[in-house]
């Protein structure tokens, strides 16, 4: 079993940028795939980006591609997300997840955050 926290959401203009956190504990972080995920409000909770386990051949959602950069510190046991030119559609809770597996689907990914929001202002 792994805990995961988020950190680092905020409020930002838009082209502003954040780095997102999430911190993990528990079972060995580095043999989890990583994921990053969003939910806006009314909408269903969507795939931003995930990462393997070495950190290598990261994914990501076609919205964000350009402009997040997944990471991963095995070390750390932390997972990052650098979000760029920001645009006040990437408005959401912002959620870190695990998983054995490399997967796009939210309902794959076993242990979650407790999300962190980002706001994006126009």
């Known amino acids: 079993q792994v805990q995961l926290v988020e950190s680092g959401g905020g409020s930002v203009q838009a082209g502003g940028s954040l780095r997102l956190s999430c911190a993990a504990s528990?079972?060995?972080?580095?043999?989890?795939?990583m994921g990053w995920f969003r939910q806006a409000p009314g909408k269903e909770r969507r795939f931003v980006a995930a990462?393997?386990?070495?950190?290598?051949?990261?994914m990501y959602a076609d919205s964000v591609n350009g402009r997040f950069t997944i990471s991963r510190d095995n070390v750390r046991n932390t997972v990052y997300l650098q979000m760029n030119n920001l645009e006040p559609e990437d408005t959401a809770v912002y959620y870190c997840?695990?998983?054995?597996?490399?997967?796009?689907?939210?309902?794959?990914?076993?242990?979650w955050g407790q999300g962190t929001q980002v706001t994006v202002s126009s």
């Open positions: 997840a695990s998983n054995n597996y490399y997967r796009t689907d939210p309902s794959e990914y076993r242990y």
């Open positions: 528990g079972d060995t972080f580095s043999t989890y795939v």
């Open positions: 990462v393997t386990r070495s950190g290598h051949t990261p």
